[in-house]
């Protein structure tokens, strides 16, 4: 109210108001990241922030998701600074190798005012799986000076392509392998072969045992083992007696 100076009798008066101005705005947090399986079903707990000084519906959507992919909620309403979540699902294709991965956006829009949003990305990726195994013959025999022949199998049981070095263990007499590795894809096998050199002064029945050892590039703590057990044998001779006759 404002009064005149000269004459106390006239006053006027006027209402001033102020206004906030609305402001749109959402949050979907950080970026995320997740290992899975072939198979497997991976689950994400995206947030959902309100803000703005608004209440508002926030529309929901994927974006550049190659693997199948799964949002709980297709909106979000929230009142300003409140928050909520959603479910993203992420199935892991079967058949995809160790080390694959994929990344869905998931993309927040305001309907208060669409130029406002916010995005995150959910990355899943396939973990990366170790294995061999070695298979094959485990024992033969021969005469002295000869060799023998062992036929073996080598598989990738892992995940992804893997290169497996193979050596040899605890033998004393001459021993080599055809290859000194292999690489392999996921579920492949490759044959190799063991050749053992019995010493031409083995004694009969003399033993000797070579550990055919597997090893994966990849992981080195993982592998696998063969014993092959090899005999010496000498030929048997037959003694006959002239008949005597009387």
């Known amino acids: 109210m404002a009064t005149s100076a000269g004459d106390q009798s006239e006053s006027d008066s006027a209402l001033i108001t102020s206004s906030v101005p609305t402001v749109y705005g959402v949050s979907l947090g950080d970026d995320q990241s997740s290992n899975g399986e072939a198979g497997e079903l991976i689950a994400y707990s995206v947030p959902v922030t309100n803000t703005g000084n608004t209440p508002d519906t926030f529309n929901l959507a994927l974006s550049e998701a190659g693997w199948t992919t799964l949002l709980s909620d297709g909106s979000v309403s929230l009142e300003p600074g409140a928050g909520g979540s959603i ?39 396939v973990a990366h799986i170790y294995g061999v195994s070695l298979y094959g013959e485990n024992s033969g025999s021969g005469p002295a000076g000869e060799s023998v022949y062992y036929e073996l199998s080598v598989t990738n049981t892992g995940n992804a392509t893997d290169t497996f070095i193979l050596t040899l263990s605890g033998n004393e007499w001459p021993a080599e392998l055809s290859a000194g590795s292999v690489s392999l894809a996921a579920g492949e096998s490759a044959t190799i072969t063991l050749l053992v050199s019995i010493p031409a002064g083995a004694a009969d029945d003399a033993i000797d045992t070579a550990t055919v050892i597997a090893t994966s590039a990849g992981e080195p703590g993982t592998s696998a083992t063969l014993n092959a057990t090899t005999i010496a044998e000498w030929p048997q001779y037959a003694t006959y007696l002239p008949l005597m006759e009387k």
């Open 87 to 125: 479910t993203v699902l992420v199935v892991v294709p079967f058949g995809v190798q160790g080390g694959a991965a994929d990344t869905a956006t998931i993309v927040a829009t305001s309907t208060g005012s669409p130029d406002v949003g916010d995005e995150v990305d959910i990355t899943t990726s």
